[in-house]
């Protein structure tokens, strides 16, 4: 792949593309004769809303259709670290030309796959206890050895991917791992409760992902030029996205990366085209943890503002995101123990002593990357 990619760049006179630029690639990369009739003629699923009968999604390259994140949405963090079905790494999200690649995150894994530590929960086994302090401990060197192998598995991979074409920033990317690094060098040196723990591993594992992603999309973007017009096999083990436009549709169906096509059906299709056969939509899980906190991080419609909040820098800090009504007498911490989940991070106590109602430094996205 990276023969292919260094052979595509010297010789081709397109100009290099971030991920995102999915809208502009459209237009001067695919074929002249490409058109969603001519890269595939038959949905393989389709279904309808109850709520919207008229509104049909369906999908050229998968047969399950998921439940579509759509509307006016209400952000939270979770108690796990994630948004729950709004998180791009735990349900497929709207397709945004900012984050488009966002739809090639890798989905969970089994047990014996060498990513899986991402997705382990850590136990009170995990833990060593403050002597003093029985709710607060320090995650053991053996639950940190597998995530800190995958901190250099990343940054190995982000110098290879960014020494191929060193000339466009690769903002997205770069955040995205010194995230990860911070994270990883961060968690072994605080002690906080089992809970705060899993916020801090949701966050890495979210950022993980999400530049494993930038960089899979770049590499089946070039892939997919080199087979012009013949569309990729599809990755089912990557998530996803939906989106209504028909040249995304295109896009993403050449990448080999679900999608899934939202109109309404009044519209028509096109000539020859088959919607397929209905199914009903796959849920996202029933159970998600509660919110760590009843603050919204973001309030509006679906697209790129909530999928830019789930990405904000300062997320460190999350984990002080309790009312007051939930911390008891501070004399009481030596009865609690690391199941508890109430206490804040022990390097936060300070600050929660003066301001119990502390929120998250929220730096802003587009400020980050302005930064690199």
């Known amino acids: 792949m990276d023969v292919m990619r260094r052979k595509l760049m010297m010789s081709s006179q397109r100009s290099h593309r971030s991920p995102g630029d999915l809208t502009e690639a459209s237009a001067t990369d695919s074929p002249a004769t490409t058109s969603s009739s001519s890269l595939y003629l038959d949905d393989l699923v389709?279904?309808?809303?109850?709520?919207w009968p008229k509104l049909l999604v369906t999908s050229p390259n998968v047969t399950y259709i998921p439940k579509i994140m759509d509307g006016h949405v209400s952000l939270c963090m979770l108690a796990d670290g994630t948004y729950g079905p709004l998180d791009p790494t735990c349900w497929p999200q709207i397709c945004d030309?900012?984050?488009?690649?966002?739809?090639?995150?890798?989905?969970?894994?089994?047990?014996?796959?060498?990513?899986?530590?991402?997705?382990?929960?850590?136990?009170?086994?995990?833990?060593?206890?403050?002597?003093d302090n029985p709710a607060h401990g320090y995650l053991t060197e053996d639950f940190m050895a597998p995530l800190a192998k995958l901190t250099k598995e990343l940054t190995s991979k982000v110098r290879a991917h960014i020494s191929l074409d060193p000339s466009p920033p690769h903002a997205h990317l770069r955040f995205h791992e010194k995230v990860v690094v911070?994270?990883?060098?961060?968690?072994?040196?605080?002690?906080?409760?089992?809970?705060?723990?899993?916020?801090?591993?949701?966050?890495?594992?979210?950022?993980?992902?999400?530049?494993?992603?930038?960089?899979?999309?770049?590499?089946?973007?070039?892939?997919?030029?080199e087979a012009s017009a013949e569309p990729l096999p599809v990755r089912a083990d990557l998530m996803g996205a939906w989106t209504s436009d028909p040249e995304a549709v295109i896009q993403?169906?050449?990448?080999?990366?679900?999608?899934?096509?939202?109109?309404?059906?009044?519209?028509?299709?096109?000539?020859?085209?088959?919607?397929g056969r209905e199914v009903p939509f796959t849920p996202p899980p029933k159970v998600y943890p509660a919110p760590i906190s009843g603050k919204s991080l973001y309030d509006g419609p679906v697209g790129c503002g909530s999928l830019r909040a789930?990405?904000?820098?300062?997320?460190?800090?999350?984990?002080?995101?309790?009312?007051?009504?939930?911390y008891r007498n501070f004399e009481a911490m030596a009865m609690a123990d690391?199941?508890?989940?109430?206490?804040?991070?022990?390097s936060l106590l300070s600050?929660?002593?003066?301001?119990?109602?502390?929120?998250?430094?929220?730096?802003?996205?587009?400020?980050?990357?302005?930064?690199w």
């Open 338 to 346: 690391l199941r508890d989940p109430l206490w804040p991070a022990s």
């Open 182 to 225: 911070d994270i990883c060098k961060f968690m072994p040196m605080n002690a906080s409760t089992l809970r705060d723990h899993e916020v801090q591993l949701g966050i890495f594992r979210r950022h993980w992902l999400l530049a494993m992603a930038y960089m899979l999309y770049c590499d089946m973007t070039f892939a997919s030029y």
């Open 351 to 371: 600050q929660l002593q003066v301001n119990p109602r502390r929120h998250t430094v929220d730096f802003g996205f587009g400020a980050v990357l302005q930064s």
């Open 310 to 326: 789930t990405v904000r820098f300062g997320t460190f800090l999350d984990d002080s995101y309790h009312d007051l009504k939930t």
């Open 252 to 275: 993403l169906y050449k990448r080999g990366i679900p999608v899934w096509y939202v109109r309404e059906s009044f519209r028509g299709e096109s000539p020859g085209t088959s919607t």
């Open 46 to 51: 389709a279904a309808r809303r109850d709520d």
């Open 97 to 131: 030309r900012e984050f488009a690649y966002f739809a090639a995150v890798q989905k969970i894994v089994p047990p014996d796959h060498r990513h899986s530590a991402l997705w382990r929960r850590p136990t009170s086994n995990d833990v060593w206890p403050l002597e």
